[in-house]
């Protein structure tokens, strides 16, 4: 499989559980709509942060492969998802990258 995960940041005008709210409750919705993700997987701070200008959450997002994942970004769904963004993260400070995954347990 390949895997994108994104380090989300929250948008600075909202508190982290506004951030996780919108998040979970209106923005997955855009991204899980998006076709080829084989998995969509979303996972928010929790508690008191130790460094406060760490990332607010990650999301994994797992295709078949990378032409998978390519035709993916370049739909109308993907585009909605990225339009969005700015709702609830801090586009200028969320990161991305491609990533292999080694299951240890």
Known sequence: ???????????????????????????TPLTASVPGVLSYRCYTAAGQQEDPSGVDGVAV???ADESAYR???AGPEF???VADAPMFQDTGATTSF???EHIIV
Do not use: Q
Request: aromatic share 18%.
């Open 1 to 27: 499989m390949f895997h994108v995960l994104f380090l989300v940041k929250r948008n600075p005008s909202m508190t982290p559980n506004e951030f996780a709210t919108y998040w979970i409750d209106e923005h």
């Open 61 to 63: 997002l797992s295709f």
């Open 71 to 73: 035709a993916a970004v």
């Open 79 to 81: 585009a909605a998802a």
């Open 98 to 100: 491609f990533a292999e």
